[in-house]
């Protein structure tokens, strides 16, 4: 069983900067692929990043390339996720989860079998 604790969440104004973490415990976290997705208001949660257990080579959704950097630090048993030029559209729960998907199943949720509970990240415009 491994614990997912996320963090950072906050309200910030359209253009700025959050970190988001997300804490893993209970495993050997560098066994695991790690992402990021998000849910907002009245919308299906969708995928924002992943990094693969084997590889440092990061995936993004189209809507936040060029923006988000994906990280993490297994000694540490974190992922991050660096979120710049912050949108209002951005607004949503944004969870992590680990698993152990392959390449063509990096984007989808079933390929994660363990969540945090999120954090909230707010973008007024």
């Known amino acids: 069983q491994v614990e997912m604790v996320e963090s ?6 359209a253009g700025g900067s959050l970190r988001l973490s997300c804490v893993a415990s209970g495993a050997t976290f560098s ?8 849910q907002a208001p009245g919308k299906e949660r969708e ?12 995936y993004y959704a189209d809507s936040v390339k060029g923006r988000f950097t994906m990280s993490r630090d297994n000694a540490k048993s974190t992922a991050y996720l660096q979120m710049n030029m912050l949108k209002p559209e951005d607004t949503a ?5 680990a698993g152990r998907p ?6 989808s949720q079933s390929a994660y079998y363990y969540w945090g509970q999120g954090t909230q990240v707010t973008v007024s415009s």
């Open 8 to 13: 950072g969440g906050d309200l910030v104004q």
């Open 31 to 38: 066994g695991y692929g790690v992402a990021w997705f998000r």
């Open 102 to 107: 392959i390449s063509s199943s990096l984007m």
């Open 93 to 97: 729960l944004y969870y992590c989860a």
């Open 47 to 58: 995928f924002v990043a992943a990094i693969k257990a084997t590889s440092s080579t990061r």
